[in-house]
């Protein structure tokens, strides 16, 4: 997949009930989604050739899946240079807790600033991959 268009007449698995199904079923009609319990499910149908394609959220995809594909296998999967959908990440802490609300802060704070967040982003989810998205 090149471009969003691409997605209009393939197979796609998705994890039920995500906000990537909802987009495909409401942006992309004639696809056909296949709904699947938990990702490894989803995942396991791509690589069985059930589906054409999966959607997941950038980290999972690259940490959690392709993470644990042998590396001669790798070639066999691609990360799309595009996204169908923007998902903002977060970390909760309990409530009352000023000093390492404070030190989490000032830890990410400074990690973006000087650009390591996506640095560090991107050596993890892509660091063999060809294709990262621009964003990053």
Do not use: H
Not at 37 to 50: I, K
Not at 125 to 130: D, E, L, M, T, Y
């Amino acid at each position: 997949m090149k471009q969003p268009d691409d997605i209009a007449k393939l197979r796609i698995g998705a994890d039920k009930g995500t906000v990537q199904e909802i987009t495909l079923r409401d942006k992309y009609p004639t696809a056909k989604v296949i709904s699947y319990d938990d990702t490894p499910l989803a995942f396991a149908a791509l690589r069985n050739g059930n589906v054409q394609a999966i959607t997941q959220d950038d980290a999972q995809t690259g940490l959690g899946l392709l993470a644990n594909v042998p590396e001669a296998a790798k070639a066999d999967f691609e990360i799309s240079p595009f996204s169908i959908t923007k998902e903002y990440q977060g970390i909760g802490l309990p409530k009352g807790e000023d000093r390492l609300t404070t030190k989490v802060n000032t830890v990410l704070e400074g990690l973006e600033k000087d650009g390591q967040a996506g640095e560090n982003l991107r050596s993890l989810v892509w660091p063999r991959n060809k294709i990262c998205p621009a964003t990053w």
